[in-house]
């Protein structure tokens, strides 16, 4: 399939993906932020793992859809062919709101452990970004690195090692219990419920004030000179 060929048949598949989505979207998807972090090829954080969760080989009618990425000798971008596969990849998560993915990370033999385990981590983060520019909710996705400890073959060909740098999928299913609580919406004026508090007033009775006695008038004394001769 020719360069341009492949790029339009991408494009086709992100306004699939867009049409769908502004229709039929599942919750939850990635937030407006997410979207551009990834866009612009910026960190997401990683959100740590909720407790419940086991990753399994997808099923055999899965498999179809979440299908390895392959890289380049020493790259970590996405190339185009696989550009598509993400873009079903993505669909599928939509689709399925209540499974998460975990993306390992995987690399040839050449290069030491060190550097081939912060390869394969790059690549998996690679592919977690790209999903999230596709509007998948960055908490169902997440990353392991494997470096070289885990190849599909052995052989030291060219042919082998293209096979081994890969990016390969795992999924926990989820139910219930595992998937990612939605947010509660407050609830409209009309049905909110106002609880009012009743107060007991006892009026007692004010006794009236008693009449002030009327003070005894004041008595004068008068003191009458007599004079005597």
Excluded at 47 to 62: I, K, M, N, Q, R
Excluded at 153 to 181: K, M, Q
Aim: with cysteine.
């Amino acid at each position: 399939m020719k360069k341009s060929t492949c790029g339009i048949f991408v494009v086709l598949v992100l306004c699939v993906i867009f049409a769908a989505g502004c229709s039929t979207t599942p919750k939850p998807t990635a937030t407006p932020e997410d979207r551009m972090a990834a866009l612009e090829g910026l960190d997401i954080e990683l959100e740590p793992l909720l407790e419940g969760v086991a990753f399994t080989e997808p099923s055999p009618e899965d498999t179809l859809i979440l299908q390895d990425i392959h890289f380049d000798f020493d790259k970590s971008e996405i190339k185009d062919p696989d550009k598509a596969t993400l873009g079903e990849v993505s669909v599928w998560m939509l689709e399925h709101p209540e499974a998460m993915l975990q993306i390992e990370g995987h690399c040839d033999e050449r290069g030491t452990k060190e550097y081939n385990l912060a390869l394969g981590e790059r690549r998996a983060l690679s592919v977690r970004s790209f999903l999230t520019g596709l509007n998948i909710n960055p908490v169902r996705l997440h990353t392991i690195s494997y470096g070289e400890e885990q190849p599909l073959c052995a052989e030291a060909t060219e042919d082998c090692w293209a096979r081994n740098r890969r990016a390969h999928f795992l999924v926990a299913y989820g139910s219930e219990e595992t998937s990612i609580p939605a947010e509660e919406p407050p609830p409209a004026p009309e049905e909110a419920v106002i609880e009012i508090e009743e107060t007991v007033v006892v009026e007692e009775p004010v006794p009236e004030p008693e009449p002030e006695e009327e003070a005894p008038p004041a008595r004068r004394t008068r003191v009458i000179n007599r004079y005597h001769q």
